[in-house]
Every structure is written in structure tokens, then in C-alpha cells.
């Protein structure tokens, strides 16, 4: 059993950085691909980004988002930048037991408790 639990998330102007982060426990973290889903109010949870031996993002990030983990501390990272107001959402991280990445939610075993991303205009 994997946990994981997010943070870094918070208030930012559009333009700005952030970078939220997610720390994983229980399992062996270097096993798992790993992604990152958001859900705006009123919206599915969508994908974001995901890595694994390649690194995947979503259209509506790429070029401004960038997906990197660390397994010596079991630590993944979503470094956001030229953050706009439509990026606004609770991010989630998310663990795969398979070996290829996915960008359906369903393929996900394991799910942090998400962290807040609020981008003011």
C-alpha cells in the first residue's frame, strides 16, 4: 500500500511559479509511474503530467509545466510556471503499478489527498 500526500500548493498571480510536490510512503516508489491530475470546480479530474522512463505532459501544459521526481526521497514534483487563471484546480498526484504511463485515472492504484492551486488574474 502506497501513500502519498501532497503539498506546495497555494496562491499565486498569473505569470507567477509554483512548484507543489508529492511525497510517497509504504512502497517502492522507483517501481511506480507516476503522474499528476488536477479537478477544477464543476470539472472532471484531468491529466496533467506523468513520468516514468519518458515524461508525458497534457497539451494545456506543455512548455510551461515541468514533471521530475527523485526516488532517493521518494518525491515527485510539479514545477508550474507562467501559472494562468484556468490552472486553478486541487492537484492531485497519483501512483501506476504498470510500467508504461497512463492518462486515464482509472490506471491509477494509489491517490494523494490533493493540494490547493489557486491562480488570481
Known amino acids: 500500500q502506497v501513500q502519498l500526500v501532497e503539498s506546495g500548493g497555494g496562491l499565486v498571480r498569473a505569470g507567477g511559479s509554483l512548484r507543489v510536490s508529492c511525497v510517497a510512503s509504504?512502497?517502492?516508489?522507483?517501481?511506480?509511474?507516476m503522474g499528476w491530475f488536477r479537478q477544477a470546480p464543476g470539472k472532471e479530474r484531468a491529466f496533467v503530467a506523468g513520468i516514468g522512463s519518458v515524461r508525458y505532459y497534457a497539451d494545456s501544459v506543455k512548455g510551461r509545466f515541468t514533471i521530475s521526481r527523485d526516488n532517493a526521497k521518494n518525491t515527485m514534483y510539479l514545477q508550474m510556471n507562467s501559472l494562468k487563471p484556468e490552472d486553478t484546480a486541487v492537484y492531485y498526484c497519483a501512483a501506476d503499478s504498470g510500467v508504461r504511463i497512463s492518462t486515464t485515472r482509472g490506471a491509477y492504484d494509489f491517490w494523494g489527498q490533493g493540494t490547493q492551486v489557486t491562480v488570481a488574474s
Open positions: 509504504g512502497g517502492s516508489f522507483e517501481d511506480y509511474a
